[in-house]
């Protein structure tokens, strides 16, 4: 069962025995906003679990999955002020790492379509046809969600079709230097020295050579290149 925090509760008390407060909700108005349905699990319970959202009425933890399900609580809370809306897209949000596998993003063109198309995934959930690489981590809430039920395996050892492992000359001739980012061991390179599928969405100059395990394990994956500008 979900936990409920008591101040979810005091919330949604306080929604529901007395009229809402005509607040100012910002330049985007209740009717502007796809609110969705009650389909979460967590749905009519005082506290929204629409990760879209941020504010003192949202719930302790969201996911991806709860987007656009749980209108009911949401609106309330936009409406009282207690939350407001971060982005309707999802793909603007940070990665998602759940039980070691970074999910990624919503970027793929085929993202929300109700098929996983990363490549790195397999199973009945799966889009049918070839999967592109350019879809890797990409399509995080299609499969998160599928992934939940069971009905898709993870490869960790996937790596992009026609790309040769880098030989050990090239692993080598890197300095990957050491674990200090605070972002290390995390499932994504942080280093802005390198690029691809497997970086962090907003790498920083803080983390050159500071993320040697990450970087060096997805490099060795075909899952980030060095720029060559370095």
């Known amino acids: 069962m979900k936990p409920v925090s008591i101040a979810g509760w005091l919330v949604a008390a ?15 108005g209740t009717d502007a906003i796809d609110w969705g349905d009650d389909s979460s699990n967590w749905s009519r319970d005082g506290e929204c679990d629409d990760p879209r959202f941020e504010g003192t009425g949202m719930a302790g933890t969201t996911y991806d999955v709860d987007a656009f399900r749980d209108a009911q ?38 993202a929300r379509d109700g098929e996983c198309d990363d490549p790195r995934f397999s199973g009945e959930g799966m889009a049918h046809g070839a999967l592109s690489a350019d879809n890797a981590y990409a399509d995080r809430t299609d499969c998160l969600t599928i992934w939940e039920t069971g009905a898709l395996a993870y490869d ?4 992009a079709p026609a790309t040769p ?13 050491a674990d200090t980012s605070q972002w290390s061991r995390d499932g994504e390179c942080d280093d802005p020295r390198f690029e691809g599928p497997g970086m962090a969405a907003d790498p920083v100059l803080d983390d050159l050579k500071a993320d040697a395990t990450d970087c060096r394990g997805l490099f060795m994956h075909g899952l980030v290149t060095l720029r060559r500008k370095y």
């Open 73 to 110: 609580d949401c609106r309330t809370l936009f409406e009282a002020g207690n939350i407001t809306l971060i982005s309707e897209d999802l793909a603007q949000r940070p990665p998602l790492r759940i039980d070691g596998i970074q999910f990624g993003n919503d970027t793929s063109d085929w």
């Open 165 to 177: 492992p880098p030989t050990a000359a090239e692993i080598d001739a890197i300095d990957f230097g």
């Open 14 to 28: 306080a929604l529901f025995t007395a009229p809402a407060l005509a607040l100012d909700t910002g330049e985007i």
């Open 156 to 159: 960790p050892q996937w790596r």
